[in-house]
């Protein structure tokens, strides 16, 4: 009987885990590296047994005998576990000296870190509309609380008013999605929606196309597409940069885990309803993320208006699906890679310089910077080449795979305009390699590489965007990029 | 009976929920337009759930429930945090992240 919850080991850890950490949060004595070696104890073990359980349960679902079909164990939903593990574990590391360096954190940082992380990963088993709600509200909400962590600060809980806001709006419009569809369909499972699609006719489904287009809203609200994007640069800003990092990277990915799950296979008959909204969609999220990233001063806000960007390159993909692009939906998994680790290592670098100074980081803050930091430097330069876009880093290889999705399912235009935004990235982050290497600094001293766990970290995350471009073609015995293709097909097939 | 005068007072509901969020100033105000648009939908579960003679729609409003208490709550603690930091709730006052550029 007990067996039935071994698959569910990992996010029973996590959740554990998150327990742990809300109980002993009370206690003054216990240092912030305790908790954040605990937290990365629970971490690791989800991620050890959910390697160890890779492929094994595919297809079953979690307790039917109480659950019925709610959660679903399969290798997509596997994929995208081991990729918030991993984006979970990342922040913590790279972001260790910045927790030192800030009075206001303490011990629920970690808990509620958890918390959030145990509803992304009951997000991508979510096989019945509610679950996914619940399972996206616990995500949510918990990022609400981090983004105004710090409490002193008027930014932070400015924004995190600003977030929760929105958001519940957002989510009011996923409620009502499922309200109607239920209303059509009679069961919010995903499988009889499935099933009531494939039987029905066009004129019986109406209901359901209005219901898709809500769950949709949201879906792009959580993702900062244009139209829903006013939140995303000023969120950005006043969470504290292991958050933000946090919401760039996992956060994302997760909402991702479900609008494939939703869009690739349950409205895959209907796809066609939303095609063009959901160009419009992409091509005002390209241009005006664009605008948005090429008007700031400040790198944390420029870093967040081309996240922006970064969607509509995803939405891209998206829309691919509907016009059956097969490439596609690995496309988008390997560009959420990529953005992933080019994002965190970003973000990373500015918490590290934020931990040694309390300036707001603007561009003219590294003039010079080169010169007192040589090897951050060098590694920022990647991060911004990946994000940008050049070869022999994984975003090269993440935007060729989204942009032959494109054009295999005929969307010249969208192809044409991602790449022209591309080209329009590299004025703004260019500006900040320029700003490094071009310009006298300040106070010229150079100062040591400190050895520590998170600069260890940027640097294997650096390592890791460099061995992600060039890694296939050098070395083949090690396996690359293509390897996490095909892997990902394999897992979109198990769907 | 006919449903349709429940689902006209559903859309109702949801519209000046809507329509509360928009144009409403104060924070609290906006908190409980959402409330209201997410009530009406639990209503409209309810009503679904007697049309169609199923409880599962039933069901989903109790959880429903649960969820839009877990909204109140924080809802609540950041609309007393910002009232303690700032004596006022107008949301115009809030334009510290609008000054950076």
Same mark, same amino acid.
């Given at each position: 009987?007990i067996?039935?919850?071994?698959?569910?080991?990992?996010?029973?850890?996590?959740l554990?885990?998150?327990?742990?950490?809300?109980?002993?949060?009370?206690k003054?004595?216990?240092?912030?590296?305790?908790? !954040?070696v605990?937290?990365?104890?629970?971490?690791?073990?989800?991620?050890?047994?959910?390697?160890?359980?890779?492929?094994?349960?595919?297809?079953?679902?979690?307790?039917?005998?109480?659950?019925?079909?709610?959660?679903?164990?399969?290798?997509?939903?596997?994929?995208?576990?081991?990729m918030?593990?991993?984006?979970?574990?990342?922040?913590?590391?790279? !972001?260790?000296?910045?927790?030192?360096s800030?009075?206001?954190?303490?011990?629920?940082?970690?808990? +509620?870190?958890?918390?959030?992380?145990?509803?992304?990963?009951?997000?991508?088993?979510?096989?019945?509309? +509610?679950?996914?709600?619940?399972?996206?509200?616990?995500?949510?909400?918990?990022?609400?609380?981090?983004?105004?962590?710090?409490?002193?600060? $008027?930014?932070?809980?400015?924004?995190?008013?600003?977030?929760?806001?929105?958001?519940?709006?957002?989510?009011?419009?996923?409620?009502?999605?499922?309200?109607?569809?239920?209303?059509?369909?009679?069961s919010?499972?995903?499988?009889?929606i499935?099933?009531?699609?494939? !039987?029905?006719?066009?004129?019986?489904?109406?209901? #359901?196309?209005? @219901?898709g287009?809500?769950?949709?809203?949201?879906?792009?609200?959580?993702?900062?597409?244009?139209?829903?994007?006013?939140?995303?640069?000023d969120?950005y800003?006043?969470?504290?940069?292991?958050?933000?990092?946090?919401?760039?990277?996992?956060?994302?990915?997760?909402i991702?885990?479900?609008?494939?799950?939703?869009?690739?296979?349950?409205?895959?008959?209907?796809?066609?309803?939303?095609?063009?909204?959901?160009? *419009?969609?992409?091509?005002?999220?390209?241009?005006? @993320?664009?605008?948005?990233?090429?008007?700031?001063?400040?790198?944390?806000r420029?870093?967040?208006?081309?996240?922006?960007?970064?969607?509509?390159?995803?939405?891209?993909?998206?829309?691919? *699906?509907?016009?059956?692009?097969?490439?596609?939906?690995?496309?988008?998994?390997?560009y959420?890679?990529?953005?992933?680790?080019?994002?965190?290592?970003?973000?990373?670098?500015?918490?590290? *310089?934020?931990?040694?100074?309390?300036?707001?980081?603007?561009?003219?803050?590294?003039?010079?910077?080169? !010169?007192?930091?040589?090897?951050?430097?060098?590694?920022?330069t990647i991060?911004?080449?990946? +994000?940008?876009?050049?070869?022999s880093?994984?975003?090269?290889?993440?935007?060729f795979?989204?942009?032959?999705?494109?054009?295999e399912?005929?969307?010249?235009?969208?192809?044409?305009?991602?790449?022209?935004?591309?080209?329009?990235?590299?004025?703004?982050?260019?500006?900040?390699?320029?700003m490094?290497?071009?310009?006298?600094?300040?106070?010229?001293?150079?100062?040591?590489?400190? #050895?520590n766990?998170?600069?260890?970290?940027?640097?294997?995350?650096?390592?890791?965007?460099?061995?992600?471009?060039?890694?296939?073609?050098?070395?083949?015995?090690?396996?690359?990029?293509?390897g996490?293709?095909?892997?990902? $097909?394999?897992?979109?097939?198990?769907? | 009976?006919?449903?349709?005068?429940?689902?006209?007072?559903?859309?109702?509901?949801?519209s000046?929920?809507?329509?509360?969020?928009?144009?409403?100033?104060?924070?609290?105000?906006?908190?409980?337009?959402?409330?209201l648009?997410?009530?009406?939908?639990?209503?409209?579960?309810?009503?679904?759930?007697?049309?169609?003679?199923?409880?599962?729609?039933?069901?989903?409003?109790?959880?429903?429930?649960?969820?839009?208490?877990?909204?109140?709550?924080?809802?609540?603690?950041?609309?007393?945090?910002?009232?303690?930091?700032? %004596?006022?709730?107008?949301s115009?006052?809030?334009?510290?992240?609008?000054k950076? %550029?």
């Open positions: 009987m067996l039935t919850l071994l698959p569910a080991l990992p996010f029973l850890s996590i554990l885990g998150a327990f742990v950490l809300m109980l002993l949060s009370h003054k004595s216990i240092s912030l590296e305790s908790f !954040n605990t937290a990365l104890f629970f971490l690791t073990l989800a991620l050890f047994f959910e390697l160890i359980t890779f492929g094994l349960h595919s297809g079953d679902y979690l307790y039917p005998s109480i659950f019925k079909n709610f959660f679903i164990f399969d290798e997509f939903a596997a994929i995208f576990d081991v918030f593990l991993i984006g979970t574990i990342f922040t913590l590391l790279v !972001n260790s000296d910045y927790l030192k800030r009075n206001y954190f303490s011990g629920e940082y970690f808990a +509620l870190l958890l918390f959030s992380l145990f509803g992304m990963l009951m997000l991508s088993h979510a096989h019945e509309l +509610l679950t996914a709600f619940i399972a996206l509200e616990i995500a949510s909400l918990s990022v609400y609380a981090l983004v105004g962590y710090h409490k002193s600060k $008027k930014v932070s809980s400015e924004a995190m008013m600003k977030y929760m806001v929105l958001g519940s709006l957002a989510g009011v419009f996923f409620i009502l999605g499922t309200a109607l569809i239920y209303a059509l369909v009679g919010t499972t995903l499988e009889s499935a099933l009531y699609l494939h !039987n029905a006719e066009e004129k019986d489904i109406t209901l #359901l196309v209005v @219901g287009s809500f769950l949709m809203v949201t879906i792009l609200f959580k993702i900062g597409a244009v139209p829903f994007h006013s939140w995303v640069v969120v800003h006043g969470a504290p940069y292991p958050i933000t990092m946090y919401m760039a990277s996992t956060f994302k990915i997760a991702f885990a479900i609008a494939l799950r939703l869009y690739l296979v349950d409205f895959a008959t209907i796809n066609s309803f939303w095609l063009e909204m959901l160009q *419009i969609v992409t091509i005002l999220t390209l241009i005006g @993320g664009s605008f948005l990233a090429i008007s700031q001063t400040l790198v944390k420029m870093l967040a208006g081309s996240s922006i960007v970064h969607s509509g390159y995803l939405l891209i993909g998206l829309s691919s *699906i509907g016009l059956g692009s097969d490439i596609a939906a690995p496309a988008i998994m390997f959420l890679i990529a953005y992933f680790l080019s994002a965190v290592g970003s973000f990373g670098i500015l918490s590290f *310089i934020a931990s040694q100074s309390r300036r707001q980081m603007s561009y003219d803050d590294f003039k010079g910077f080169a !010169n007192r930091r040589p090897y951050m430097a060098l590694m920022m991060f911004m080449l990946s +994000l940008a876009g050049f070869p880093t994984i975003g090269f290889l993440g935007k795979y989204i942009f032959s999705a494109a054009i399912s005929g969307q010249i235009l969208l192809a044409g305009l991602g790449i022209f935004t591309a080209f329009v990235s590299v004025y703004y982050y260019f500006k900040l390699i320029a490094m290497y071009f310009y006298e600094s300040q106070t010229d001293k150079q100062k040591s590489f400190p #050895l766990v998170s600069t260890l970290s940027i640097a294997l995350i650096a390592l890791l965007v460099i061995w992600g471009g060039i890694g296939t073609s050098l070395l083949s015995f090690i396996p690359g990029a293509d996490f293709i095909d892997l990902a $097909k394999q897992a979109i097939n198990s769907l | 009976m006919s449903a349709d005068p429940f689902f006209l007072l559903v859309a109702i509901l949801f000046i929920g809507l329509i509360g969020v928009a144009s409403r100033k104060n924070l609290f105000v906006v908190y409980m337009s959402i409330e648009m997410l009530s009406s939908v639990n209503l409209l579960l309810a009503i679904l759930s007697q049309v169609l003679g199923d409880a599962n729609a039933s069901v989903i409003a109790l959880l429903l429930i649960a969820v839009i208490a877990a909204e109140a709550a924080l809802f609540l603690a950041i609309i007393t945090h910002l009232y303690r930091e700032n %004596r006022t709730l107008d115009d006052r809030f334009k510290n992240l609008s950076v %550029r």
